[in-house]
């Protein structure tokens, strides 16, 4: 277990339809950040979020968004997925803003029918 | 931005060879490299990873070598075993405001016995 939580582990939903997927960092990690895996893809960095504050942004599309809340867990919504959106999602966590100690959560396999 | 370029997509090996993955980045002010492990189903686990200040470090069977003037840096793997057979993913910071890592595309490598 390596103490970055995501739910839930598997998301089966239709197109055009809304999804949110939650994570809750490791304890003391102020930092997460949310990937993209898609088959036979790499990690597609999406979104960074830093103590509550959006720190930067990748290959994310509009039609995603994500915040992160006082406690510190994140939520990643998805809306009017499409067929291409099906991937895994994973998201990490770092004690600071830095890259060092970049832990991954489980991820959520997105499958959108 | 950061670009990070990973070769070779896949390799094959017999039990006991070694195996090299190479990874060439863009900025040169990147400092921290990490290699992460992610088995089939499983989420990224770091395995190794070397900052700028080194130019090798090795744990057990595994080393990380960082060539800064030319930008790049490698994995080797000695005795490989079945074990090793994942996909291996190298990264560096994006060096924007936050310092979400920038994945490579990833090199699956089977180990045969």
């Known amino acids: 277990d390596s103490g970055v939580t995501q739910t839930p582990k598997h998301l089966i939903t239709a197109t055009g339809q809304r999804v949110t997927l939650r994570c809750s960092p490791r304890?003391?990690?102020?930092?997460v950040y949310w990937y993209q895996q898609s088959l036979d893809q790499g990690l597609q960095f999406l979104i960074q979020y830093y103590n509550g504050e959006e720190r930067a942004k990748g290959n994310i599309l509009e039609r995603f968004s994500a915040q992160q809340f006082p406690d510190l867990h994140s939520e990643l919504n998805l809306s009017s997925l499409e067929l291409g959106d099906s991937a895994l999602y994973f998201c990490?966590?770092?004690?600071?803003?830095?890259?060092?100690?970049?832990?991954f959560g489980s991820g959520t396999r997105l499958t959108v029918v | 931005g950061e670009n990070v370029e990973q070769h070779p997509s896949t390799l094959s090996v017999q039990e006991g060879d070694s195996a090299v993955i190479k990874c060439t980045y863009s900025d040169s002010a990147s400092n921290y490299f990490p290699w992460y492990k992610q088995e089939l189903g499983k989420r990224p686990q770091l395995i190794i990873d070397i900052r700028s200040n080194v130019g090798e470090k090795k744990d057990q069977r595994i080393a990380v070598t960082l060539n800064k003037t030319a930008k790049h840096f490698s994995l080797h793997i000695t005795e490989t075993q079945p074990e090793d057979s994942a996909v291996y993913f190298c990264?560096?910071?994006?060096?924007?405001?936050?310092?979400?890592?920038?994945f490579g595309k990833g090199t699956t490598l089977s180990v045969s016995s």
């Open positions: 304890s003391g990690d102020l930092s």
């Open positions: 990490a966590s770092s004690a600071t803003g830095d890259s060092v100690g970049y832990t």
């Open positions: 990264a560096a910071p994006a060096n924007q405001a936050g310092t979400a890592l920038i």
